[in-house]
């Protein structure tokens, strides 16, 4: 079957499944399927987008957990989960354990920031210690680095107290333990003289366990690994360097959420910084690059292109794009994409975050139920 023929198959499904009244001529847009970023229509969009991929429904949350994002893997095999619910944060944030056939609550009751009064957990990972480590995004509720770095001890296996280990973020996003280094990303490192900043940060576990760092907000604070500026586009957004991995020679990516730019940040073997560059991608320009994690076994990073409602395949051997998954404007029913934030590959499974919380321009217009885990088989 062609690839153009089966996605009008697929998105005239996706009409009769949305609307309650459908007709039996289904409104196309056959000749423009590629470039999603582009259209600014609202309601029709489901029609202009190709569907790529089939992501699957692995779990529905209910409205007391609105905004699924962060995901890494426990010591015991299973995923925990964030649950930011920035969407509607009237409910408080939680910590979920995930199996592929069970979500049930790891950790409630997070420790709200004094001034915001809100907990906002985003990326989280195990550390050498056994603790995890969650980054807050405390600037939806205050632009004034009210962010932090949490540490949840760990004990047997069951979470215990919870603790600041860093302040003074502004909008802390994705963490990356290597080694007894941790590796941050700060999407909107502002500095004195650069209002679209975004920086990567690093701490070791020792300096972690002397006491709580404060950072120097609009600074090159001694934790700064290197920064990024955001060129922004239609959609208003200058939030920066976003998702953050690392590869097989131990060299970091992240991308900025604002503007797409997919960086490489090629390190020594002490993990200090040799060079910064934005890579020159081959194929598909990506408009927005969200969570994102690095097969060190091939080399690939998958990453979210949360404007685009897809995930997208970079080939770090080549720098080439594709795309793995990718559909319309939805509600997320049946698995199919929903602004996705987070992936994280457990095998051949790719599991995705629907964060569904859109910006101007995003193919995602509304946030709305069902809240939704996608799964994606790779091959
Ligand atoms: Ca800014
Ligand atoms: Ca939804
Ligand atoms: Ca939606």
Redesign the pocket.
Same mark, same amino acid.
């Given at each position: 079957m062609k690839p153009k023929l089966l996605s009008l198959l697929l998105s005239g499904a996706l009409l009769a499944s949305c609307q309650s009244n459908t007709t039996t001529e289904t409104p196309t847009t056959p000749e423009q399927p590629d470039m999603p970023g582009d259209s600014t229509t609202s309601g029709a969009a489901t029609d202009t987008i190709a569907t790529i991929g089939s992501p699957k429904l692995l779990h529905t949350l209910d409205d007391a957990h609105n905004t699924p994002d962060g995901l890494t893997l426990a010591p015991n095999g299973s995923i925990i989960l964030s649950v930011p619910n920035l969407a509607d944060n009237s409910k408080p944030a939680v910590l979920m354990e995930m199996t592929d056939t069970s979500l049930k609550p790891y950790l409630s009751n997070l420790p709200v920031e004094p001034t915001t009064k809100k907990a906002a957990p985003m990326d989280l990972a195990f550390g050498p210690d056994g603790n995890l480590y969650y980054a807050e995004n405390q600037y939806e509720n205050s632009k004034d680095f009210k962010s932090r770095l949490m540490r949840v001890r760990v004990t047997n296996g069951k979470p215990g107290t919870v603790e600041t280990v860093v302040d003074n973020f502004a909008l802390a996003n994705a963490v990356v333990w290597k080694g007894n280094k941790i590796y941050v990303t700060d999407s909107q490192w502002d500095m004195s003289d650069n209002d679209k900043g975004s920086a990567v940060l690093v701490f070791t576990l020792a300096e972690l366990n002397k006491g709580i760092v404060h950072l120097k907000p609009k600074t090159m604070d001694p934790h700064v690994l290197t920064t990024f500026t955001t060129q922004v586009n239609e959609t208003g957004v200058d939030n920066g360097a976003d998702g953050l991995d690392y590869d097989s020679k131990g060299n970091f990516y992240t991308g900025s959420f604002g503007d797409g730019t997919f960086y490489k940040m090629t390190m020594k073997p002490d993990g200090t910084l040799t060079k910064k560059e934005a890579l020159t991608l081959k194929g598909k320009k990506i408009t927005c690059v969200d969570g994102l994690i690095i097969d060190r076994k091939t080399d690939k990073a998958y990453l979210c292109n949360s404007r685009e409602n897809a995930i997208e395949v970079v080939n770090l051997k080549n720098n080439t794009v594709t795309t793995l998954a990718q559909n319309g404007d939805t $509600?997320?029913t049946n698995g199919l994409l $929903?602004q996705p934030a987070e992936v994280l590959l457990k095998g051949n499974r790719l599991y995705v975050s629907?964060f $569904?919380k859109p910006e101007k321009n995003f193919v995602n217009k509304k946030?709305?139920?069902?809240?939704?885990m996608s799964v994606i088989e790779v091959q």
């Open positions: $509600d997320g $929903d629907d $569904d946030s709305d139920a069902p809240h939704t």
